[in-house]
């Protein structure tokens, strides 16, 4: 059976860390999706400066809404609903949206509530997969989060396994950086890693033994240690080959041991799901194992508003609400935790 969504179209927005965003979803249907990135404003730094995420956020957030509605050929009085990102993230920068999305609630009188920004990860499936059974298990990787997450139900999640240092998108972006390959990591090493050897230089694949959980802190250490070692003999295709490979099949065999018996599927969401080595790997294990797999279009494993009204849309149907007083936090259990 599918999720029920919010009937009419639901405006999303996500101003969570460097990506601007505003989208207009109608049931699981994504009208439009636009998203202004940061990513030439924070390179020179190397990483997303809080301060000036905030301010670019002020200056995007309005024509970027403008956008998201002037493609979805949809007028501003025709949105019935608005989902933003309030948790966790930058709190500069969540203030942004939130406050866009309580004045358009506001002027509008129609319904707001506030979305986990990894529910709307795990609800980027719902566009592309709507009928993906339950209970599945989920692989959340982006550049603050490795989790593995069981989904029983919609909105009812168990943390099965997690990062106990640096996230995996980190993990890409770090060693990036020590290959000389700038900032964001992910895709640069997706792309000098073509044609690399990945068994060239054997690195840690971060805590060993019986465990669901992640360490990747050890990996760039080794990163670093092997720059060092081989000097200008380094083979950086081979090096990025060897990264990525490292990343890849620790993600994909935790995922497939995290599986228990009556799972029904697994998904891959995030901004590294679109790396196309692990979504390959992890589709294959699951064939091979013959559980069914899911893991959306590349557009909506990066940070976007389109994922966020699908949370939205799940939780407005279902009958919740909030009001103007919420708030923006930079920590937060996903919502609807359980512990087993
Ligand atoms: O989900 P996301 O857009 O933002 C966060 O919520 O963190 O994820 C961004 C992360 C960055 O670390 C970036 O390097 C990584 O996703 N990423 C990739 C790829 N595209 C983006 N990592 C590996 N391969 C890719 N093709
Ligand atoms: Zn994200």
Redesign the pocket.
């Known amino acids: 059976m599918s999720d029920p969504f919010f009937v009419g179209p639901i405006l999303g927005i996500e101003t ?2 460097d ?1 601007t965003s505003a989208a207009v979803t109608d049931g699981a249907r994504i009208l439009s999706n636009v998203v202004s990135s940061q990513v030439d404003l924070h390179a020179k730094w190397g990483g997303v400066v809080p301060e000036a995420a905030a301010r670019a956020h002020v200056e995007s957030i309005l024509p970027v809404v403008e956008e998201a509605l002037s493609e979805a050929g949809c007028l501003l009085p025709e949105i019935r609903a608005i989902a933003v990102t309030n948790r966790p993230g930058l709190v500069g920068a969540l203030s942004v949206g939130v406050s866009a999305a309580k004045a358009l609630s506001l002027v509008l009188n129609i319904p707001l509530i506030g979305v986990h ?1 990894l529910e709307g ?1 795990l609800c980027s499936l719902l566009a592309g997969s709507p009928n993906l059974p339950y209970p599945r298990v989920c692989l959340i990787v ?4 490795t989790e593995i997450v069981r989904v029983g139900a919609a909105r009812s999640y168990e943390i099965v396994g997690q990062t106990i240092d640096d ?1 995996a ?2 993990a ?2 770090k060693g990036a950086r020590l290959l000389g390959l700038g900032y ?4 640069a ?2 792309d000098t890693a073509r044609g690399g050897n990945p068994y060239r230089y054997p690195l840690p694949k971060g805590l060993n033994g019986d465990t669901h959980d992640f360490s990747f802190s050890g990996l760039k250490t080794a990163v670093l240690r092997l720059v060092e070692k081989e000097g200008p003999d380094l083979n950086i295709a081979d090096a990025a080959a060897s990264l990525q490979h490292a990343i890849v099949e620790v993600l994909v065999e935790r995922t497939m041991a995290a599986l228990a018996p009556g799972d029904l599927a697994v998904g891959l969401v ?3 799901a ?3 080595s ?1 979504r390959s790997r992890l589709e294959d294990e699951c064939r091979r194992s013959g559980i069914r797999f899911a893991t959306p279009a590349i557009a909506l ?3 976007n508003a389109a994922m966020i009204a699908l949370a939205g849309s799940g939780r407005l149907a279902a009958g919740q609400r909030d009001d103007f007083e919420l708030d923006c936090l930079p920590n937060a259990p996903l919502p609807g935790l359980v512990h087993k």
Not at 184 to 187: A, E, Y
């Open positions: 969570s860390c990506e920004h990860h982006s550049g603050g989060h996230a998108g980190e890409f972006d964001p990591g992910g895709r090493i997706q995030g901004g590294v679109a790396n196309l692990l494993c990066t940070d």
